[in-house]
């Protein structure tokens, strides 16, 4: 089991453009959660999705968006980029229903930087 | 709101020191606090949570709800200890969400 792999490991996009992350979960996980971590800073929760539904949102603005699909990968995207996104993008997986509630697995992340 | 507090950004100690990183939360619920590590070129991960109450690599935390506290513990620090700990609080319910403090960067030295 590869755990939770994100695409690309990194990128360069410029002010204004879209951007789109990609995550695989752990195999038997149902759960995604993105993160947002700044140089410096912890991780910041952007939302989480369940059943191909948005469950929980973070405060960040409505050009974050994002999906889940069937077999559970997820994806991120951000619209009009702004230098304030360059961070590290973290995908978490997870199964609902585990003992003792859920365990996160994080991947190595998305290094995102906006120019 | 809820918030989770590291006074600590750097933290050095020496091999078989003993170790304590701080960690404070705010919450009004019940909480559910973890520590995530990340050592070097890796990536983060769960080293325990306080439902679970398990010594792993030797830390404990304890979570003290009257103090708003959950630190982490080890009695004697050793050099592979050093990484980034980040404490997080869960809440939300069954959609939950985690807010993470800032970290610390704990150094052993030889």
Redesign the interface.
């Known amino acids: 089991d590869a755990?939770?792999t994100q695409s690309p490991t990194h990128l360069i996009k410029t002010r204004g453009q879209q951007v789109t992350l990609r995550c695989s979960p752990k195999s038997g996980h149902d759960t995604v959660?993105w993160?947002q971590q700044a140089l410096?800073?912890?991780?910041?929760?952007i939302f989480?999705y369940?059943e191909e539904e948005e469950?929980?949102r973070?405060n960040f603005p409505d050009r974050f968006s994002g999906h889940q699909f069937p077999n559970y990968s997820s994806e991120l995207n951000v619209n009009a980029l702004l230098l304030g996104d360059s961070a590290l993008y973290?995908c978490a997986s997870s199964f609902?229903g585990g003992q003792?509630?859920?365990?996160?697995?994080?991947?190595?992340?998305t290094q995102l930087s906006v120019l | 709101a809820q918030r989770?507090t590291q006074p600590e950004k750097l933290l050095s100690v020496f091999k078989g020191a003993p170790v304590e990183l701080k960690c404070n939360y705010s919450y009004s619920g019940s909480p559910?606090l973890f520590w995530y590590v990340q050592y070097s070129r890796q990536?983060?991960?769960?080293l325990l949570?306080h439902?679970?109450r398990e010594s792993i690599k030797g830390f404990t935390a304890d979570l003290n709800k009257g103090e708003t506290s959950f630190h982490l513990k080890k009695p004697f620090a050793q050099e592979e200890d050093s990484a980034m700990y980040?404490c997080?609080l869960?809440w939300?319910g069954?959609?939950?969400?985690?807010?993470?403090?800032?970290?610390t960067l704990l150094t052993v030295n030889p």
């Not at chain 1, 410096?40 to 929760?45: D, E, I, Y």
């Not at chain 2, 990536?43 to 769960?46: G, N, T, V």
């Open positions: 755990g939770v959660s993160y410096g800073q912890g991780p910041q929760f989480q369940y469950r929980q973070g973290l609902r003792l509630g859920e365990k996160l697995f994080f991947g190595s992340g | 989770v559910e990536r983060l991960q769960l949570r439902i679970s980040y997080a869960k939300g069954s959609n939950y969400k985690l807010t993470f403090g800032k970290g």
